[in-house]
């Protein structure tokens, strides 16, 4: 089991362009977008939020088992749905503006324990900044580390909901020791300051920057460097594609066995490029589409290994 853990969100999506465009509801979080992309794979996968009892947050819970994700684990509440604004560049690219005052999700709290059978478990974006919440998280991850879980951390920087940037930045350091894999932006690597090298030295076994469309590499404690290009596609939206690598990554590895520090750290070059060249596949299936809609495993047929 891999349990993801995170926000879960409605981002409102333009039709169209101008400032005033038609906005189309669509469901998404970077972490529901993961947990969803897993499911899609064939993981056996578990939510671990808080949703509201609103219309938005029955759809996403709609979502997540529709996709074969285990939702026990979800907290619910009677505040709004947390809102997303995102406005696409002629590139395809997102930018978002939050609407996170009063919202469900920043409400979670710690659990007691997590769903049996957990092997994994995922954290990242906005859910680690928006307190009181963030702190619930960041008491899972050290939780979920001292019991000797694998563990994901995909930053996911939303530079406009963080109020100290120097503060967020220590915070972040000081989650490494609990962390085993790792995944970050080429953006997010600038805005943190730091290196691949540098963050291998604070704990995680493995680090892995993406490159849009250029690509992904993997940095690993041994000092190897790992780099594959990107997948060629029409882009309509990258809304989601960071989301489906965290998932195509998380799935590879425990179809691999290796979801451990020693399994990562058994990972060789060639096992390394195949699996980024997997996560590269996923993402952009995601990116041929408008929304996050990650791929099935039926359509990653190249990749038979990892399905």
């Known amino acids: 089991m891999i349990v993801v853990a995170g926000e879960a969100l409605i981002d409102l999506v333009p039709r169209g362009t101008g400032a005033l465009a038609d906005l189309r509801p669509a469901l998404g979080g970077g972490p529901f977008n993961t947990a969803v992309a897993l499911g899609r794979l064939g993981s056996a996968t578990a939510f671990c939020s808080r949703t509201s009892r609103d219309a938005f947050g029955e759809a996403l819970l709609d979502r997540l088992r529709a996709s074969g994700v285990d939702v026990s684990a979800v907290q619910r509440g009677p505040e709004p749905t947390t809102l997303a604004v995102a406005t696409v560049g002629d590139d395809g690219s997102a930018a978002y ?12 709290a710690a659990p007691g324990s997590l769903p049996p059978g957990t092997r ?4 990242g974006t906005c859910s680690l900044v928006l307190e009181p919440g963030a702190s619930a998280y960041e008491e899972l991850m050290g939780a979920a580390a001292a019991q000797g879980l694998f563990t994901a951390l995909d930053p996911n920087i939303r530079a406009g909901l963080i109020p100290d940037a120097d503060a967020y930045r220590a915070r972040f350091k000081s989650w490494l020791p609990s962390v085993t894999l790792l995944k970050l932006s080429e953006e997010d690597a600038e805005w943190l300051g730091g290196t691949p090298r540098e963050w291998l030295s604070c704990g995680p076994s493995a680090v892995v920057v993406t490159r849009g469309g250029d690509g992904l590499t993997a940095f690993t404690r041994d000092g ?9 596609v029409d882009v309509v939206d990258t809304i989601g594609a960071g989301d489906t690598v965290n998932a195509a990554l998380l799935h590879g590895l425990a179809v691999k066995g290796a979801l451990s520090r020693e399994g990562l750290a058994g990972l060789d070059t060639g096992d390394w490029e ?5 996560a590269a596949r996923a993402a952009a299936v995601t990116c041929s589409r408008a929304g996050a809609e990650p791929p099935y495993a039926a359509e990653l047929e190249a990749f038979p290994d990892l399905r």
């Open 120 to 123: 994994a478990v995922s954290f």
């Open 224 to 232: 190897a460097v790992v780099p594959v290009p990107g997948e060629r």
């Open 97 to 108: 503006s939050f609407y996170v005052d009063g919202t469900a999700d920043r409400l979670f």
């Open 274 to 278: 195949r699996l980024l060249r997997f």
